[in-house]
């Protein structure tokens, strides 16, 4: 089917630097780095003439980029933490196997993705305590094949939202919650079961609503 007998390891040489501190008597958190990836030999799905899976070579690609995450706490009870990463991971030689050409973005490397979660902690006496949450959790559009193929299978950017509230008692914590409690319908990726020409989208965990009960040893 005209695939290679083999295909070679492929390796990266990283580069990064980066800062944390804590400021304002340890309530503010601050953790950033920038860095730049070297990758070579990547290896990649690619497809013979007779639409056949194989793993080969493809050239080489970078990626660079920086990533934020704050944490502050307004008091022992409210706590808030936000991340933040910006990523180019693009071809940086032409991987004809894939389809791939100079500049193309990989697939499933997201340009930006962020978080904002919360936590509330509200004593109700030296025993017993309510705690309230939530987070929102943001993930840019990928391609799931490189733009040079001409059908790049583009996924939409996805918007989550999780939510929860529950009761401390001496261990135990009974916690309502709720995982994508606004229905976003976006899709984590894609996989190809038998015909390479007909993926399925693999969608993110659905509306969830649940309760768990945990205890602490």
Request: glycine share 12%; hydrophobic share 35%; proline share 6%.
């Amino acid at each position: 089917m005209g695939t290679p007998d083999f295909y070679f390891a492929d390796t990266t040489t990283n580069y990064e630097a980066g800062f944390k501190g804590e400021f304002f008597d340890h309530r503010l958190q601050l953790d950033t780095a920038i860095f730049y990836i070297d990758w070579k030999n990547i290896q990649l799905q690619q497809l013979t003439a007779q639409d056949f899976l194989y793993t080969g070579n493809g050239g080489t690609a970078s990626s660079s980029g920086v990533e934020f995450t704050t944490s502050y706490r307004f008091s022992d009870e409210l706590r808030l933490v936000a991340t933040l990463d910006h990523t180019d991971a693009h071809l940086t030689q032409d991987a004809p196997g894939a389809g791939g050409q100079t500049g193309d973005q990989l697939p499933g490397s997201p340009r930006w993705t962020g978080s904002v979660i919360a936590d509330y902690n509200l004593p109700l006496d030296s025993r017993r305590s309510l705690i309230f949450g939530g987070g929102y959790r943001y993930r840019d559009k990928v391609v799931s094949q490189f733009e040079g193929t001409g059908d790049p299978e583009p996924v939409g950017p996805q918007n989550i939202v999780d939510l929860y509230a529950g009761l401390v008692m001496q261990g135990v914590t009974v916690k309502l919650y709720g995982k994508n409690v606004f229905a976003d319908r976006s899709y984590t990726g894609l996989l190809y079961l038998t015909n390479p020409k007909l993926p399925q989208f693999v969608p993110v965990q659905p509306q969830t609503i649940g309760l768990s009960v945990d205890y602490k040893f």
